[in-house]
């Protein structure tokens, strides 16, 4: 399974942004997440959702970021709101707990 994370860019702070994640096989089956890696940082958890559809969220985009699924398209997606220039990092998808090979992500810039 290959994924491919778009939907990035650069947008003010405050504004908005909608991540996509099409993975090329079923995700039916498995929690997905996206994360996000400043630089010279760690790659962290932003949001995960499981295959029944609930929700978990870092404490610092609680509010702010929507994870949702469409198994049917094979797509994960990240709706952020209320963009802060700390949101700035490649954001990428994955299983949440068997995760394969990572895609290339999708970079995020929020000036200030």
């Known amino acids: 399974v290959q994924l491919q994370a778009s939907g990035g860019g650069l947008v003010q702070a405050g504004g908005s942004l909608r991540l996509s994640c099409v993975a090329s096989?079923?995700?039916?089956?498995?929690?997905w997440a996206w994360y996000r890696q400043a630089p010279g940082k760690q790659r962290e958890l932003v949001a995960d959702?499981?295959?029944?559809?609930?929700?978990n969220y870092a404490d610092y985009v609680k509010g702010r970021f929507t994870i949702s699924r469409d198994n049917a398209k094979n797509t994960v997606y990240l709706q952020m709101n209320s963009l802060k220039p700390e949101d700035t990092a490649v954001y990428y998808c994955n299983r949440k707990w068997t995760q394969i090979t990572w895609g290339q992500g999708t970079l995020v810039t929020v000036s200030s």
């Open positions: 096989g079923s995700i039916i089956r498995y929690q």
């Open positions: 959702i499981t295959n029944g559809g609930s929700t």
